[in-house]
């Protein structure tokens, strides 16, 4: 027997599609057919994503703005007529340890964006999945919500915890109309940012990481996929761990 993932007939939102994971994602997706429409505050790299995938006009959207997230889930469902596939993966990698490490304001527009984006993008579209009564919605959290962060700062982390709360309370009300939602929690995959604050280090990492070697964005990709599929119809409310067993609880 031949198992296939093949989401032919189902349309997507990627959040965060300009580069690295988000980007890794939109591709995949439309690989498996779906038809996907992608988001990000980097115009020129979310039209890259774009036209990689030979679909939708990219839409630019920053989730720190409230009035750009209700633009951009009018237009997807607008042009797409409702979203099946949801993947809030945009979000501020921020870096620096301590309390002191960052001001107040940075506090708020990595909360902003990184916990009350996802909050929006999910309260703009939720509606048209619950009449539908189908839908996935896939959140980033992080490996750093687990263990308090390694490199990054405390506000991350902090948006990261919260996202694991918003997303099992947000399966409760969604789980009776159809609807799964999940949360990723990637460990060091190798994307722009990260690629760039662990450079020169790899090897003090890789010995923590049982399948020694770095994660690549096509490693949570993979997940995603595998999440927004029908093999994943009995998963809700669940925080998977995409860390090559750094991290296991
Ligand atoms: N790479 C890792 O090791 C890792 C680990 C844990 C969690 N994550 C999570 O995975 C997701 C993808 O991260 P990545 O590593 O690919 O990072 P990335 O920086 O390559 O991708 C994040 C994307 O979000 C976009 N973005 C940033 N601010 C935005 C805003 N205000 N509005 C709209 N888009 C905005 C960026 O432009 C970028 O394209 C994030 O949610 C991140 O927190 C990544």
Known sequence: MTIEIDLTGKNALVTGAARGIGRASAILLAKAGADVAVSDILYEGVQETAEAIGGRPAIRCDLGDPDQITGMCDRVLAELGGVDILVNCGAIVAYGRGIGAFEPDEWDRVLDVNLRGTYLTCRGLV??????RDGRIINFSSLAAH???????MHYVASKAGIIGFTRSLAKECGPFGITVNALAPGVILTPPVR?????????????IP????????????VVVFLASPLASYLTGLVVDVNGGQFMK
């Open 127 to 132: 509606e048209n999945m619950k009449q539908r």
């Open 211 to 222: 399948l020694r070697r770095l994660g690549e964005s096509r490693d949570v990709a993979n």
């Open 196 to 208: 760039k604050q662990v450079a020169g280090r790899e090897a003090d990492y890789i010995p923590t």
């Open 147 to 153: 263990v308090g962060g390694i490199e990054t700062a």
